[in-house]
C-alpha cells in the first residue's frame, strides 16, 4: 500500500473512515472465528465501545493475576495502557504475543522514571544514607523500573495491595523506597503509621533529595511523579459538595494527593471503589475522585444511587483513551491474517528481574 493510505500513526485510513456499526461487525466477525486463541482483557477505565468486547476486565492487579493464568489462547489483546501490555508479555508464555491496539497508549506517570534516573537515585541516596534501601514501584512503571526493582530486592505494587506490600517492604529494610507515584507512596506509607516527618521526597530532575529533617529520620523516600488525572482532585471541590450536599459520600483513589485523600470519606483502589458502589444503599449520593469513564460507567450501571464526579470538568485519561474502536478492529485483523502489529516483546534480561518484582507481589496478593 502506499503510505498515504495510512495515518500518522500507522493505521490504514479505511478503518477511520467506517461506522461504529462496521467496526463492531468487524470485531464480533474476528473474536468469533479465532474463539479461545484470542484474549481481550481491558482496564476498568477503557471506553464502553472497548470494554464490551472484553473477555476480562479488572484493575492492574487483577488483570496481571488473569496473564499470568492466561495458557489457552495464542494473541493477547491487550485494551489498557503500554505498561500493562508488558506485564502481560512478561507473565505468560514466549510463544504467546501481545498486542497493543495503538502504541500512543501510554502512562504520563510511567514516564517519570527511567532506569537511568532510579539506578543513579539508588547509588546516590545509599551512598548518603548508609543504611538499607527496599524499593517497591508501582505496577505503573515501566518494565525497565521494574527490573530495577527487581534487582534489588523489591516488588512491584498496586492501589489493591499497597498496605500489604508497603508493610512488607517498612519491615525488610530500614528505609522504603517508593516509585513512581509519590501519592500512593505518602498516603499508604502513612496509613501505616509513618508519620509525614519522615517522609523524604527524591527530584529525579534535579537529583536532589527534598527533606527538612535530619538523615537518620527518613524512613520512606518518595519518587516525585504523580498521576495527571488523580492531581486534578482539589480539597477545595470536597470543600463544595460538603456546602452544597453534607449527604453526598466522598470517595477517591489513593493517587489523589494527601490532602484530598485525608479530606474524604473513603479511598481505595479502583477494584475497592467498585465494592463500595455496588454494596451502596439504593438512594445514597457519591462524588467519586477517579478517572472519568469509570465513574461514568458506574453511574449508568447503578441507577438506583446518585454517582457524580468529584471534578464535574474532568476528562477521561487521554493516553488510555488511545484505544477505540478502529483501533481495536485493525489490530484483530492483522492478527486473523497472520500479520500482527503493535506487538510489545520485554527483553529476556529485563523480563527476568521484573517478573522477580511481580511474583513477590503475586505471592503476597
Known amino acids: 500500500m502506499k503510505l498515504d493510505l495510512f495515518t500518522d500513526n500507522g493505521i490504514p485510513k479505511t478503518y477511520l473512515a467506517q461506522s461504529d456499526a462496521e467496526l463492531i461487525a468487524v470485531i464480533e466477525g474476528v473474536k468469533s472465528r479465532m474463539g479461545s486463541r484470542l484474549f481481550l482483557p481491558a482496564h476498568h477505565y477503557q471506553k464502553d465501545e472497548v470494554v464490551q468486547f472484553a473477555d476480562a476486565t479488572g484493575d492492574s492487579l487483577q488483570l496481571a493475576q488473569i496473564a499470568k493464568k492466561m ?100 519491615a525488610e529494610r530500614e528505609i522504603l523506597f517508593f516509585l513512581p507515584d509519590q501519592h500512593l507512596g505518602r498516603n499508604t506509607a502513612h496509613a501505616l503509621g509513618v508519620p509525614l516527618e519522615q517522609m523524604a521526597v527524591w527530584d529525579p530532575i534535579a537529583d536532589e533529595l527534598l527533606f527538612d529533617g535530619a538523615d537518620d529520620e527518613i524512613r520512606v523516600i518518595l519518587w516525585k511523579g504523580h498521576c495527571s488525572v488523580h492531581e486534578k482532585f482539589t480539597v477545595g471541590q470536597i470543600e463544595q459538595f460538603r456546602k452544597a450536599e453534607p449527604d453526598r459520600t466522598i470517595l477517591v483513589h489513593p493517587e489523589c494527593s494527601f490532602e484530598v485523600v485525608a479530606a474524604s470519606d473513603l479511598n481505595g483502589s479502583t477494584a475497592y471503589i467498585i465494592q463500595q458502589i455496588e454494596q451502596a444503599e439504593p438512594g445514597t449520593k457519591w462524588a467519586i475522585g477517579t478517572e472519568m469513564n469509570l465513574v461514568q460507567r458506574l453511574a449508568k450501571d447503578h441507577p438506583e444511587l446518585d454517582i457524580v464526579s468529584l471534578n464535574p470538568f474532568m476528562c477521561p485519561c487521554l493516553t488510555m483513551n488511545r484505544i477505540d474502536l478502529p483501533h481495536l478492529a485493525w489490530s484483530l485483523v492483522q492478527i486473523e491474517a497472520g500479520e500482527p502489529v503493535n506487538i510489545i516483546t520485554v527483553d529476556p534480561e529485563t523480563t527476568r528481574y521484573a517478573v522477580l518484582a511481580l511474583e513477590r507481589m503475586l505471592e503476597r496478593s
Not at 491487550?78 to 502481560?88: I, L, N, R, S
Not at 504467546?96 to 541516596?125: K, W
Not at 505503573?140 to 516488588?155: L, M, P, Q, Y
Open 71 to 170: 495458557t489457552a489462547a495464542e494473541y493477547t489483546v491487550f485494551c489498557g495502557v503500554h505498561f500493562m501490555a508488558e506485564t502481560a508479555d512478561m507473565l505468560t508464555a514466549s510463544d504467546h504475543t501481545v498486542v497493543l491496539p495503538d502504541m500512543r497508549a501510554g502512562c504520563s506517570m510511567a514516564d517519570m522514571a527511567n532506569g537511568f534516573q532510579t539506578e543513579r537515585a539508588y547509588e546516590i541516596l545509599s551512598e548518603r544514607l548508609k543504611r538499607s534501601i527496599l524499593p517497591l514501584t508501582y505496577v505503573n512503571s515501566t518494565a525497565e523500573i521494574k527490573a530495577f526493582v527487581g534487582r534489588h530486592g523489591g516488588a512491584t505494587v498496586t492501589s489493591s495491595n499497597a498496605v500489604r506490600m508497603v508493610e512488607w517492604a517498612l
